[in-house]
């Protein structure tokens, strides 16, 4: 069963004049698949996005996530499911900046009210392996970029979600950090088997991917596998980009 079904999903923001965000998108992800979505700006990602992580509805179209349909659930039980189903990476890292590393990471147990005992030794295996132990006291503030990208993604993988949901999460960050990062997704997708689903504008990062779909106005464009190479992936991610007429991160080609 996959772990996630887009069927059919359009999304049309009505205004003056209304936009038709996402037009007729259907797609599958199997578990422990790892998908990029890249696109040129306003091709509907993070409608997308948003759309399947329950923040925004379709406005016709179904999202399945391990196969519940979460815009069928009242509010109070897709709040639920998001809390325990998903996890989220954000651009902006969304820490709570009162809260130390370790207390950020172990929010997801913590509103499910998990003994102290074993919140703590999971974030201590999960800091010890995404290289945050020495920070797990520190605040968000004392830390860098790289760092906190990493305890978003402990607190995003802490309670084994079915889906990890990421919207640019090497936006914020230089080349070194955002290696670290990808680095870090790579080997929590490996060894946890997470499914995940990135948007990215940056080609670097989506070649740690196995598959990117990529969007145009609103539909599925094309979507491009990995192999076994990523040096040639990165690059065929470019060639996709351009032909797509987006703008293509060229500093990223200086990361390989
Ligand atoms: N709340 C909204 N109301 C009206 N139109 C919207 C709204 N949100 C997005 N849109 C429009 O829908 C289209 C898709 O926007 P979306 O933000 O999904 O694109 P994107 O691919 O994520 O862009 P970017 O890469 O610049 O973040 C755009 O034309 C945008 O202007």
């Given at each position: 069963m996959a772990v996630l079904e887009v069927r059919e999903c359009s999304k049309?923001?009505?205004g003056t004049i209304s936009t038709r965000a996402l037009d007729n998108v259907s797609f599958a992800l199997e578990r422990g698949e790892?998908?990029?979505i890249m696109g040129p700006s306003g091709s509907g990602k993070t409608t997308l996005l948003n759309v399947i992580a329950t923040i925004d509805e379709p406005t016709s179209g179904d999202v399945v996530v391990e196969g519940q349909h979460p815009h069928k659930l009242d509010l109070e039980e897709m709040a639920l499911f998001r809390r325990r189903e998903l996890g989220f990476i954000f651009q902006h890292f969304n820490l709570l900046d009162t809260l130390t590393v370790e207390e950020n990471i172990v929010l997801p147990l913590t509103l499910d009210g998990a003994p102290v005992a074993e919140m703590k030794k999971s974030s201590l295996e999960l800091a010890r392996r995404l290289d945050i132990e020495?920070?797990?006291?520190?605040?968000p503030q004392e830390i860098s970029g790289g760092q906190m990208q990493r305890t978003a993604i402990a607190r995003a993988m802490i309670h084994h979600p079915s889906l990890v949901l990421a919207d640019e999460p090497t936006g914020n960050l230089d080349s070194k950090a955002s290696k670290d990062v990808m680095e870090a997704f790579g080997m929590m997708n490996r060894e946890e088997r997470t499914t995940i689903?990135?948007?990215t504008h940056d080609a670097f990062a989506a070649s740690f991917?196995?598959?990117v779909l990529f969007i145009k106005?609103?539909?599925?464009?094309?979507?491009i596998y990995r192999g076994e190479n990523r040096q040639a992936f990165f690059q065929k991610i470019i060639d996709m980009m351009s032909l797509l007429g987006g703008e293509t991160d060229h500093l990223s080609s200086i990361r390989l």
């Amino acid at each position: 069963m996959a772990v996630l079904e887009v069927r059919e999903c359009s999304k049309i923001y009505e205004g003056t004049i209304s936009t038709r965000a996402l037009d007729n998108v259907s797609f599958a992800l199997e578990r422990g698949e790892f998908v990029g979505i890249m696109g040129p700006s306003g091709s509907g990602k993070t409608t997308l996005l948003n759309v399947i992580a329950t923040i925004d509805e379709p406005t016709s179209g179904d999202v399945v996530v391990e196969g519940q349909h979460p815009h069928k659930l009242d509010l109070e039980e897709m709040a639920l499911f998001r809390r325990r189903e998903l996890g989220f990476i954000f651009q902006h890292f969304n820490l709570l900046d009162t809260l130390t590393v370790e207390e950020n990471i172990v929010l997801p147990l913590t509103l499910d009210g998990a003994p102290v005992a074993e919140m703590k030794k999971s974030s201590l295996e999960l800091a010890r392996r995404l290289d945050i132990e020495s920070v797990l006291h520190k605040f968000p503030q004392e830390i860098s970029g790289g760092q906190m990208q990493r305890t978003a993604i402990a607190r995003a993988m802490i309670h084994h979600p079915s889906l990890v949901l990421a919207d640019e999460p090497t936006g914020n960050l230089d080349s070194k950090a955002s290696k670290d990062v990808m680095e870090a997704f790579g080997m929590m997708n490996r060894e946890e088997r997470t499914t995940i689903l990135m948007v990215t504008h940056d080609a670097f990062a989506a070649s740690f991917c196995h598959r990117v779909l990529f969007i145009k106005d609103g539909r599925l464009y094309n979507e491009i596998y990995r192999g076994e190479n990523r040096q040639a992936f990165f690059q065929k991610i470019i060639d996709m980009m351009s032909l797509l007429g987006g703008e293509t991160d060229h500093l990223s080609s200086i990361r390989l």
